[in-house]
T-cell receptor
Framework: GAVVSQHPSWVICKSGTSVKIECRSLDFQATTMFWYRQFPKQSLMLMATSNEGSKATYEQGVEKDKFLINHASLTLSTLTVTSAHPEDSSFYIC?????????????FGPGTRLTVL | AQSVSQHNHHVILSEAASLELGCNYSYGGTVNLFWYVQYPGQHLQLLLKYFSGDPLVKGIKGFEAEFIKSKFSFNLRKPSVQWSDTAEYFCAVNTNAGKSTFGDGTTLTVKP
């Protein structure tokens, strides 16, 4: 099946710094990618939809100025956590559907664990 | 907005026992339904999906799920679990916009 990669797999940063997380579809093109946040023992919460060639759409309650999303190409989306604080520590997961329909399977990246000190 | 409810937060079974995990969704329009599994230390993987046709869907590793439209349910089943099925299971709904809404997940622990 299709493969989605994320980089880095884990990152530790100081409070106030910015962190960039990359999400790549390795063997297919994705005009849309999704970014999720997962807290320990909880479900995935959709943060935003990354759209190639246009602005990302954010879910209610997600600060777009804090979580910057750039869909630079059909295989790459980046999430930048700006001025990170300890409460931003979480597991960030991206996904990409192989097609463009709602029945398409989402392929998930392995996730990035962010720890903000 | 759509929502997904998984009834069981943590299920503990012995090997060879039968499994049924409940999933109900709330959405008035057309939905596509998924079950994902997350093994310890691994990323989410698709178990099975339903988008049309036969409401009884068979997936990988002997799992199946039945879509009952009248009950807004999509329960996951497996006749005989194995220790290797120990994992977190997530039910998810996609709407026409393609976005996924996930249930809170069910942790399955299978005792050898």
């Amino acid at each position: 099946g299709a493969v989605v990669s994320q980089h880095p797999s884990w990152v530790i940063c100081k409070s106030g710094t910015s962190v960039k997380i990359e999400c790549r579809s390795l063997d297919f093109q994705a005009t849309t990618m999704f970014w999720y946040r997962q807290f320990p023992k909880q479900s995935l919460m959709l943060m935003a939809t990354s759209n190639e060639g246009s602005k990302a759409t954010y879910e209610q309650g997600v600060e777009k100025d804090k979580f910057l999303i750039n869909h630079a190409s059909l295989t790459l989306s980046t999430l930048t956590v700006t001025s990170a604080h300890p409460e931003d520590s979480s597991f960030y997961i991206c996904s990409a559907p192989e097609g463009s329909g709602s029945s398409d399977t989402q392929y998930f990246g392995p996730g990035t664990r962010l720890t903000v000190l | 907005a759509q929502s997904v409810s998984q009834h069981n937060h943590h299920v503990i079974l012995s090997e060879a026992a039968s499994l049924e995990l409940g999933c109900n969704y709330s959405y008035g329009g057309t939905v596509n339904l998924f079950w994902y599994v997350q093994y310890p230390g691994q990323h989410l993987q698709l178990l099975l999906k339903y988008f049309s046709g036969d409401p009884l869907v068979k997936g990988i590793k002997g799992f199946e799920a039945e879509f009952i439209k009248s009950k807004f349910s999509f329960n996951l089943r497996k006749p005989s679990v194995q220790w290797s099925d120990t994992a977190e299971y997530f039910c998810a709904v996609n709407t026409n916009a393609g976005k996924s809404t996930f249930g809170d997940g069910t942790t399955l622990t299978v005792k050898p």
